[in-house]
C-alpha cells in the first residue's frame, strides 16, 4: 500500500470518529454537569422535528425495501424493516406530543421511540448475519406477513396510545427509569454489532452507502445511550432527536448525491446487499456489456446498422434502468472493449502462429494454419498466401482463407510480384500485399483484403503477422535440417532440448558426469574374410541399426562409429539424472535385438559392450575447420577397456555404473579387472538384466 494513501487513510478515519465521538462527549458533559443541561420545553417544534424524522425514515424504508424485493435480497429486506419499525414508532412518539394531539404527556409518548428504536436495532443486527440459505427464503417468502406484523403492532400501540388505555395511559414517574435503561443497552448492543459487521464489508467494498449505513448505526446506538440518560425536555434529550435526526438523514443524503450523479435509483442500495446480489447484479451488467460487445462485432462485418446499435443499447438500459448518460457511457464501454477484444484476438494469431512452428512441420501445414489464424483474427478479410517455387509466385487454394476467397486474378498476382521483388508491403484498392522473406531471399507474400480501405492498425498488426510467418516458417525449416542432420545421433528429444538449450552442448568442453557404452563386433575380421563387401555392409547396417535404435530409444547420443565398433553417450550433450540406468537399459537392448537376428544368422559376429561412468571432457573438439562432440576421460577409456573384457552376447559394467543403478542391477561380478593402460585394477561386473524389466520388454520391434 502507498504510504501517502495509508496516512490520508488514517486520518480521514480519524476525523470521522471524532465527528461520531463528540456526541457522547456532549452527552456526558450535560449528565456530569446538569446546570449546563438547559431546558426548553416546545411541542410544536418536537412534534415538527419528530415527524420529519419518521418521514424520512419512512421513505428510506420503501427505496430499500423496492431495491430488496428487485434484487431478492435479504439483507436490503431486513434493511427496509429497520427503517420500517424505525419510522413507525418515531410518528408514534411524534403523535403522542403533548398539547398537539393529545392533551397530557403518558407512557406511550415516553416508550414509542426507546421500543421502535430497539426493534430497529433487532432487525439491524440480522441484516448483518450470514444467514443459511434456508432462513432467506424463508423470509422472502414471509416478507410481506413480516411488514404487515411492523404495521399492526405501530397500529395497536397507535390505538392503546392515543385513546389512553392501559397500560400506555399513565404518566411515568421519575424513578421508572429501568425499562429505559434495558432497551437503551439491547440497542446499543445490537447497533455496535450491526455497524461492526458493515464496517469489514465497507473494507471490502469500498461504498460510500455501506459507510452511510454504518455512520447512521452508530448515531442510533448514541441515540439509544442519551434516551436512557437525558432529561426530558433538557438539552440531553433534545441530543437524541438530533442524533436519530442525523443518522436517518445521512443516509438520505448519501443516497440522493448517489441518485443525482447517477441519474437512477435503481442500484442506490446494490452495494449493500448480500455478496450474491452483488456478484448477480455485476454479471448482469457484464453480460449487458457483452450483448453490446456482440453487436458491435457484428457491426463489424456488416450485420450491424445505427439503429440496431441504438436499440440494443435502449434495451439495456431499460433493463437496469439507466439513464441516457449511463447508457452512453455503456455504449462508449462496450466499443472500448470490443476494441480490445478485437486487438487481443488479433494478437493471439501472431503468437499463435509462431507457437505452430514445431519441429518436423511441414511447410503447408504450417502456412495452412497460419492463413485461417489470420482470417479468423481479422473477420470480414480474404486472406491468402503465395509461395516462390521454382523463382515462380504461385498460389496453392489450399493457402486462402476467408469471405469469398476467390481464384487469384491476374494483376493480383503482378502487384504481388512487384511487392516481393521491392521487399516491401503495399496496399492498393483496399488490398494489402506484404512480402516475406526467408534467410533475405524472397519467400512469398501474404496478401490481405476486405473490400475497403484497411485501418492503419490492422495493417500494423498484418505486417507483424506476415514477419512471424516468415519466423515460423524458416524455423520449421532448420529443424528439419536439424532433424536430418542428427537423428542419426541423437534422439528427437535431445535435439529439441539442445534447440531450446544449447548452452548444453557448449563449444570447448565442459567436465562432467557421463556414462560410455562402447560396442565391437568379436570375430569381424574373421567374417570379413569369409565375406563379400556386399555380405559385410548389410550385416553392419543390419547390427547398427537396431544398435543405434537401443541409444537413440534411451535418449543417448551416437558419437562415432569406427570400424566394427560404436560409441554412445548418456548425459550428453542433454542431461539425464538417470543415465546410467539408461546407458545400461540401451545396452541390454541391444545384445537382445542382436540375438533375435543372431538366431538366424549363425555365422555372423556378436557384439560385446562395456559400460562405464565418471567424469570426462565433453564437448565439441577440433580446430576451426573442422570439430567433432566428442568425450575423453580416463572414465571414456575404462568403457573400452571394458568392452574388450566382454565375451560375445555380454554387456560389461563399471563398479561406477553398479552403484548409481542400485538394487535394479542383476549382476554377476568378474573381481578386479587388470586392463590395458591402466596401473590400478577395475572392478567389473557382467550385468544380466534390471530388476523388474524383461528382455522381451525391450524389444524394438514393431
Not at 536430418?484 to 568442453?509: I, K, N, W
Not at 558426469?513 to 568379436?522: I, K, Q, Y
Request: charged share 15%; proline share 4%; glycine share 8%.
Amino acid at each position: 500500500m502507498d504510504p501517502v494513501a495509508g496516512r490520508g487513510g488514517a486520518a480521514r478515519v480519524a476525523v470521522w470518529v471524532a465527528h461520531l465521538s463528540a456526541p457522547m462527549a456532549g452527552l456526558w458533559l450535560l449528565v456530569a454537569r446538569p446546570g449546563l443541561d438547559g431546558h426548553w420545553q416546545h411541542e410544536p417544534a418536537h412534534f415538527w422535528l419528530v415527524l420529519l424524522v419518521a418521514l424520512v425514515s419512512l421513505a428510506l424504508a420503501i427505496v430499500v425495501n423496492q431495491a430488496a424485493r428487485r434484487r431478492s435480497d435479504t439483507r436490503l429486506l431486513l434493511v427496509a424493516l429497520s427503517f420500517l419499525v424505525a419510522a413507525a414508532f418515531l410518528g408514534l412518539h411524534a403523535v403522542a406530543t403533548p398539547q398537539v394531539v393529545l392533551d397530557a404527556r403518558n407512557t406511550g409518548f415516553v416508550y414509542a421511540s426507546p421500543v421502535g428504536l430497539t426493534l430497529a436495532a433487532v432487525f439491524a443486527a440480522a441484516s448483518a448475519l450470514d444467514l443459511p440459505a434456508a432462513a432467506e427464503r424463508w423470509l422472502l417468502r414471509w416478507s410481506g406477513r413480516l411488514r404487515a406484523a411492523v404495521l399492526t403492532l405501530a397500529a395497536a400501540w397507535a390505538v392503546v396510545s392515543l385513546t389512553g388505555l392501559p397500560p400506555l395511559d399513565r404518566v411515568p414517574g421519575a424513578g421508572e427509569s429501568t425499562p429505559a435503561i434495558l432497551l437503551a443497552a439491547v440497542g446499543v448492543i445490537l447497533f455496535g454489532y450491526a455497524a461492526v459487521r458493515y464496517y469489514l464489508l465497507h473494507r471490502r467494498r469500498r461504498a460510500v452507502m455501506l459507510l452511510s449505513v454504518v455512520t447512521a448505526y452508530v448515531l442510533l446506538a448514541e441515540a439509544a445511550v442519551a434516551m436512557a440518560a437525558g432529561t426530558s425536555w433538557h438539552a440531553s434529550w433534545w441530543l437524541w432527536h438530533a442524533l436519530m435526526a442525523a443518522g436517518f438523514g445521512y443516509v438520505a443524503y448519501s443516497a440522493w448525491v448517489q441518485y443525482r450523479n447517477e441519474g437512477a435509483a435503481a442500484g442506490l442500495f446494490a452495494a449493500v446487499g448480500r455478496d450474491e446480489t452483488v456478484r448477480r447484479l455485476r454479471a448482469d451488467y457484464g453480460a449487458a456489456l457483452e450483448g453490446l460487445v456482440d453487436a458491435l462485432r457484428s457491426g463489424e462485418q456488416g450485420a450491424l446498422t445505427e439503429g440496431r446499435l441504438a436499440a440494443t443499447t435502449e434495451r439495456v438500459a431499460r433493463r437496469f434502468e439507466l439513464t441516457d448518460g449511463q447508457a452512453a457511457v455503456l455504449g462508449r464501454a462496450a466499443g472500448a472493449l470490443a476494441a480490445e477484444r478485437d486487438q487481443i484476438r488479433k494478437l493471439d494469431a501472431l503468437v499463435a502462429i509462431g507457437q505452430d512452428a514445431r519441429v518436423m512441420v511441414a511447410d503447408f501445414e504450417l502456412l495452412r494454419g497460419a492463413v485461417h489464424r489470420v482470417a479468423s483474427a481479422f473477420g470480414g478479410f480474404t486472406v491468402r498466401v503465395g509461395l516462390v517455387e521454382q523463382e515462380r509466385l504461385v498460389f496453392p487454394p489450399v493457402l486462402a482463407a476467408g469471405a469469398g476467397a476467390a481464384p487469384v486474378e491476374v494483376h493480383t498476382v503482378r502487384i504481388a510480384q512487384a511487392a516481393l521483388a521491392r521487399a516491401r508491403p503495399e496496399q492498393r484498392d483496399g488490398v494489402l500485399y506484404l512480402p516475406f522473406l526467408v534467410k533475405g531471399h524472397p519467400a512469398g507474400v501474404l496478401i490481405a483484403a476486405r473490400g475497403g480501405p484497411i485501418a492503419e492498425r490492422d495493417a500494423a498488426l498484418l505486417t507483424s503477422l506476415a514477419a512471424q510467418i516468415a519466423i515460423s516458417l524458416e524455423n520449421a525449416r532448420l529443424y528439419r535440417q536439424l532433424d536430418v542432420l542428427f537423428r542419426q545421433y541423437m534422439s528427437p528429444d535431445v535435439v529439441t532440448a539442445l534447440v531450446a538449450d544449447p548452452s548444453q552442448a557448449a563449444l570447448g568442453g565442459a567436465v562432467i558426469e557421463v556414462t560410455s557404452l562402447f560396442a565391437d563386433l568379436r570375430g569381424f575380421t574373421t567374417f570379413s574374410e569369409r565375406s563379400s563387401p556386399g555380405q559385410i555392409v548389410d550385416m553392419l547396417n543390419c547390427y547398427f541399426d537396431v544398435a543405434t535404435r537401443a541409444v537413440l530409444g534411451e535418449n543417448g547420443t551416437v558419437v562415432q562409429f569406427v570400424g566394427d565398433a560404436l560409441m554412445a553417450l548418456f548425459n550428453a550433450p542433454a542431461r539425464q539424472p538417470d543415465h546410467a540406468l539408461r546407458a545400461a537399459r540401451a545396452a541390454l537392448t541391444l545384445q537382445h535385438e542382436v540375438d533375435r537376428i543372431a538366431a538366424a544368422r549363425p555365422d555372423w559376429p556378436r557384439f560385446r559392450v562395456g559400460v562405464n561412468t565418471g567424469e570426462a571432457l565433453v564437448g565439441n573438439i577440433g580446430g576451426e575447420a573442422l570439430r567433432n562432440f566428442n568425450a575423453m576421460g580416463d572414465a571414456v577409456n575404462v568403457a573400452a577397456r571394458l568392452e574388450t573384457q566382454a565375451a560375445p552376447g555380454q554387456v560389461v559394467i563399471g563398479a561406477a555404473t553398479r552403484d548409481r543403478i542400485g538394487d535394479r542391477a542383476l549382476v554377476t561380478p568378474l573381481g578386479d579387472l587388470m586392463v590395458k593402460g591402466r596401473l590400478q585394477p577395475v572392478p567389473a561386473f557382467v550385468l544380466h538384466g534390471l530388476r523388474g524389466e524383461s528382455p522381451w520388454h525391450l524389444s524394438l520391434v514393431s
